[in-house]
């Protein structure tokens, strides 16, 4: 699976708003997120140092062994967890969700975090509506995805329908949350993130990382090897270009600017 590159300021943001969201805490406890523990692990921290000894329910929705694995593996490296008791479901979105509907009483949550996962999910709005549904009184989701203003959006918008496409993701930005959520009427909070990619090594013939990136940026496995020539041409000449991307200090850096939207419950 593809992953984003993690920016350190993206970080400090999630575990600002952290604390926003944990304000009320000290009286329901619960969380519920899709990960593999990472950026977890540092919002619990944040969470037990505002209220020590507050008792916390963390549930994690990952379809993935592996992220699952690596999650369980930092929780067995960490200290001070005690008062945070885990449980991991091996699912999907939707899984958990028709899990929950068999259900009579549905759980309340405090806290849902998205944090760059809604591209893998089938029907975004569904989920959306069932996820709100199970907000508590004053509870949050943060969803964390590329913004509608980066150069995402202009490659999905130009080269989208020339890339071959898979159905495990989906071109989906920011800009198509909100107006999902208006129609939902569902209220939220927007915050974009101004973040830059290091693309400069897509330029360098047979370098390792440079490939990489281009599959990264194509959602295609050895893009390079096997697209059109002209489509890569095409697609080199406008990674370049001010709207995708600013040189700066012999770097191409690449429009990766993210979207923060606050859900209110
Ligand atoms: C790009 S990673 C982000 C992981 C994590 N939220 C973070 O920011 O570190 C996307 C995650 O979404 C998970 N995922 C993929 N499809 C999913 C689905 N249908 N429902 C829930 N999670 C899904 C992946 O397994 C992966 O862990």
Redesign the pocket.
């Known amino acids: 699976?593809l992953?984003?590159p993690r920016d350190s300021k993206v970080v400090e943001i999630v575990l600002f708003y952290s604390i926003l969201f944990f304000s009320f805490w000290a009286k329901v406890n619960c969380s519920i997120c899709?990960?593999?523990g990472?950026?977890d692990l540092q919002i619990l921290s944040k969470v037990q140092a505002q209220y020590p000894g507050v008792h916390i329910i963390n549930e994690v929705?990952?379809?993935?062994a592996e992220?699952i694995t690596k999650y369980k593996e930092l929780v067995a490296k960490t200290s001070n967890l005690e008062n945070i008791k885990f449980a991991w479901h091996k699912e999907?979105?939707?899984e958990y969700q028709n899990r929950m509907m068999e259900k009579k009483e549905l759980q309340r949550w405090d806290f849902i975090h998205m944090?760059?996962?809604l591209y893998?999910?089938k029907d975004i709005p569904a989920t959306l509506k069932f996820f709100h549904s199970l907000l508590a009184t004053n509870a949050k989701i943060l969803i964390i995805i590329v913004s509608g203003a980066s150069s995402w959006q202009k490659l999905w918008e130009k080269y989208g329908s020339r890339l071959p496409r898979n159905d495990l993701c989906q071109y989906v930005t920011s800009s198509d949350l909100t107006q999902m959520l208006d129609k939902l009427g569902i209220k939220y909070e927007y915050y974009d993130l101004l973040s830059t990619m290091d693309i400069s090594d897509c330029f360098i013939d047979g370098n390792e990382n440079g490939d990489l990136l281009w599959d990264f940026l194509t959602e295609t496995c050895n893009f390079n090897t096997t697209a059109p020539p002209d489509l890569k041409a095409e697609i080199m000449k406008d990674l370049q270009k001010p709207e995708f991307s600013i040189k700066k200090e012999g770097k191409v850096l690449f429009n990766n600017s993210l979207s923060f939207i606050v859900v209110e419950a």
């Open positions: 699976m992953d984003f899709f990960s593999s990472e950026i929705v990952e379809p993935s992220q999907t979105s939707s944090i760059q996962m893998y999910v």
